[in-house]
């Protein structure tokens, strides 16, 4: 039997949403080309500050680690960074492309690293397949880096360069390909036999595939307690077996077996099914002859050895996992390599040892046991979900991954004596693990699991604009909305052809054509049953659903849509006010207001009210505070709310300032559970340390804000486009706080990216109402 051999990658997407070749290139060629840059951490806007960077001030810090190297932690970067280190010999399942194609993949480990466990890391590709020229390159460029990730590295040649650096190096090096599937994988096994009630050291295995990932997988199998007699492993060339004269040291380990056996045979009565080679190679028939509680892990992508669907049909006892995010237990490598790495970093590991290895299985394992918060539940847009056949390993965005896996890395590099920095203070240290979460968009990795849960039928009022096309094609794709595309059929069609969009099923409707003629007169004779009394006659109400915003309005309020979102070329207040004339506002809402989502280096920043209300008076105010405060609840996000002004706690007396203290003294009294102070300026509602020297009374003192009400219009909209502009960040919103059903405004101008953030929003906002 023949099988190619594919190692899984540590970049098994997130989300198996269809991409398209010009949608990657563009991805990756857009703005600044790449997907990482390097920032300054220090100022650089004065003399002084490049005097103190570079020359002189920079001798200083040479002459301290000239004098003890282990200053260098102190003084430069190097205790947080990593090297990606490729020579493009495996790269995906690209095979041998070479160090230059490799980049780009190298750059999206990085930004793994990044986004996960904030690491920054140095991409580098080699341009060396000897593994003695490679190894005496990454041993030279060493000192520059905290630690080493190999990655892309051929099998065999990957054994004996991860051998020897680690021999010959003091900082943590793991070649991910190889140990981070063992890793993940090593957990949902442990899981999946407590589940079916086996012994790892009984268990017959069967893997097929024999590269790096596979033998790494057997290997650390074996430290948990398997038998390598147990082990029937298969290359591309059959059973490894005594017989075979043509197996590497590496394979020798596996090669117990006395005679040759098919793939098939093998699966008779065989407790555990690992692939890590190629799709559709095992039939249904081979998993119906594997012995009670089967465990399958098929683990090639994008298609398993054996379909998810056809696995589940076949046994109703199985306990299944796939590297695919759309089916139940994803082994995927991001849930190990930069929480190892993390922990190694921080107690300034001298290796990765296999303590290390197996303290990060055990603590993947024991986590998804553990009560899943409702966050995470949330974002997956499930009801519940608990430890089971369908739960075996924690799901890749679960938050607690880092001050999980992470602390259980640092102790067991402690306990086997090669941590030269060890941590005393354990409850601090999940504290700055925690506050490391802060640095990524997981908000809107959030919204995007949730939306995809559920996702709700969207009108797109604005259908004729090539943007809006090719953001409800993206949603679409994704998984996040059913896609209503309002305007001309054949100004859509027109576009949709020269800009090759594909949108599955697409929904056309032009609210001006015959086709709606019935559909204008039962949504205007209800609009106008709702405005009679505003002035509006029935004629001018049927008249109205010929204007999209009105009709995209009545499709949400009439039930043939959820959601509605417009803006994109049109006035704001043309947007808004057919929105509240038709959807109207929720129970006990007197204020509709607009928020401003912000993804900062400091986390999500909520900016309210940005876009609707002049001069609210203290009351609206606080009704705008604790309307946005529901709504960050909504997203998982616990509100700390600073009123704005600029005065701090009545130091300089005005209409602003006083106003904003009335709406704290009612928010306080209303809802005394809400974290809410002011009024207070921005940089000490911002700035921990002004806030504790002058306010330690405050409600804000030790608190990380997150939410900023401005006292009117102009400072808010005028803030929020500030900090838009000068942190370069995504912007999401504005999002309508207040009405009934959701209904949001796009910037004028957005990019296709915001437009789609803003779908998420809205459909997350649907799902509630």
């Known amino acids: 039997m023949s099988l190619v051999l594919l190692t899984l990658s540590p970049l098994t997407i997130l989300f198996m949403a269809k991409v398209r070749k010009q949608d990657a290139l563009d991805y990756h060629a857009s703005g600044r080309p790449g997907k990482i840059e390097v920032i300054p951490t220090k100022p650089y806007a004065s003399q002084r500050d490049l005097s103190l960077a570079y020359s002189p001030g920079v001798a200083e810090p040479c002459l301290k680690i000239a004098e003890n190297p282990d200053d260098v932690y102190k003084y430069t970067s190097k205790a947080n960074l990593v090297a990606v280190i490729s020579n493009g010999t495996a790269v995906l399942g690209l095979g041998d492309i070479g160090p230059l194609a490799s980049k780009p993949v190298m750059e999206g480990k990085g930004l793994l690293f990044k986004i ?18 490679f190894i005496q390159t990454v041993k030279a460029i060493a000192p520059t880096f905290g630690g080493i990730n190999l990655e892309d590295i051929k099998a065999p040649e990957a054994f004996e360069i991860e051998r020897r650096l680690k021999e010959e190096l003091d900082i943590p090096l793991m070649h991910d390909d190889q140990h981070g599937t063992a890793i993940i994988s090593a957990a949902a096994l442990l899981n999946s036999l407590e589940l079916a009630k086996k012994k790892i050291g009984k268990v017959k295995i069967v893997i097929s595939g024999a590269g790096a990932a596979a033998i790494s997988c057997a290997k650390l199998y074996m430290a948990l307690g398997a038998s390598v007699n147990n082990i029937f492993m298969f290359d591309s060339k059959g059973l490894i077996h005594a017989g075979r004269t043509d197996l590497d040291e590496m394979k020798q380990i596996f090669a117990t077996h006395k005679k040759e056996a098919t793939l098939e045979e093998s699966f008779k009565g065989a407790d555990v099914f690992i692939g890590l080679s190629k799709g559709n190679i095992v039939s249904k028939e081979m998993v119906a002859a594997m012995a009670k509680n089967p465990i399958v892990f098929a683990l090639a992508n994008p298609d398993p050895e054996i379909s998810y669907r056809d696995a589940m049909a076949t046994r109703d006892d199985i306990i299944m ?11 995927n490598n991001v849930l190990g390599f930069p929480f190892i790495f993390r922990g190694a970093l921080d107690v300034r590991a001298t290796g990765i040892n296999e303590e290390m290895k197996l303290a990060a299985v055990k603590a993947i394992a024991n986590l998804a046991k553990e009560t899943i918060p409702e966050e995470v539940i949330e974002a997956y847009g499930e009801k519940h979900i608990s430890f089971g056949r369908d739960q075996i390993i924690p ?9 999980h896996v992470a602390p259980a890395v640092a102790r067991a590099a402690m306990e086997s004596g090669i941590a030269k920095n060890p941590i005393t203070d354990w409850d601090e240290y999940e504290m700055i693990l925690k506050k490391r979460l802060g640095l990524d968009n997981k908000l809107v990795r959030n919204l995007t699991t949730k939306a995809q849960g559920n996702p709700k039928r969207v009108v797109f009022a604005e259908a004729d604009n090539v943007k809006i096309l090719k953001a409800a094609q993206n949603t679409a794709e994704e998984g996040i909305c059913i896609p209503v595309l309002l305007g001309k059929r054949r100004v859509i069609e027109s576009l949709v052809a020269e800009y090759s969009i594909e949108i599955p099923d697409m929904i056309i409707i032009d609210p001006k054509s015959d ?12 609009f106008f049953e709702k405005r009679k009394r505003k002035g509006v006659t029935e004629y001018e109400a049927i008249q109205l659903m010929r204007e999209r915003n009105h009709f995209g309005a009545m499709m949400v309020e009439m039930g043939d849509a959820d959601a509605m979102i417009s803006g994109l070329t049109r006035n704001y207040r043309d947007v808004v006010r057919p929105a509240i004339q038709v959807i109207g506002l929720q129970k006990d809402v007197k204020t509709v207001s607009g928020v401003y989502i912000l993804n900062t280096k400091r986390g999500p920043m909520f900016l ?9 008076t203290a009351e609206q105010i606080a009704e705008i505070t604790f309307n946005v405060a529901k709504t960050l609840r909504k997203f998982k996000v616990t509100p700390k709310i600073a009123l704005l002004s600029y005065s701090n706690f009545g130091s300089s007396p ?9 709406a704290v003294k009612i928010l306080h009294e209303n809802h005394p559970t809400l ?8 940089n000490f509602a911002l700035n921990n340390d002004l806030m504790n020297e002058k306010f330690s ?11 900023l009400i401005f006292p009117n219009l102009s400072s808010g909209n005028i803030a929020y486009k500030l900090l838009q502009e000068i942190t370069e960040g995504d912007a999401i919103g504005p999002i309508l706080v207040g009405l009934r059903k959701s209904v949001h405004v796009l910037q004028m101008g957005s990019s296709v990216r915001e437009i789609v953030n803003m779908v998420k929003v809205a459909v997350v906002d649907a799902q509630t109402k």
């Open 116 to 133: 996960f466990a904030d690491i920054d890391v140095f991409d580098i590709e080699i341009d060396a397949k000897d593994p003695e020229l």
């Open 321 to 331: 996992a796939t590297g695919r995010s759309d089916h139940p237990n994803q082994v």
């Open 395 to 403: 799901k890749p965005l679960d938050p607690r991954l880092i001050y």
């Open 515 to 526: 086709t709606e003629k019935m559909r204008r007169q039962i949504y205007g004779k209800a």
């Open 608 to 616: 309210a009210d940005t876009t609707i209300n002049t001069n609210p």
């Open 654 to 662: 005005g209409d602003d300032s006083i106003k904003m203290a009335e």
């Open 675 to 682: 974290i809410v102070d002011g009024e207070v300026q921005a």
């Open 697 to 707: 009374f405050s409600q804000l003192a030790n608190k990380e804000v997150n939410t």
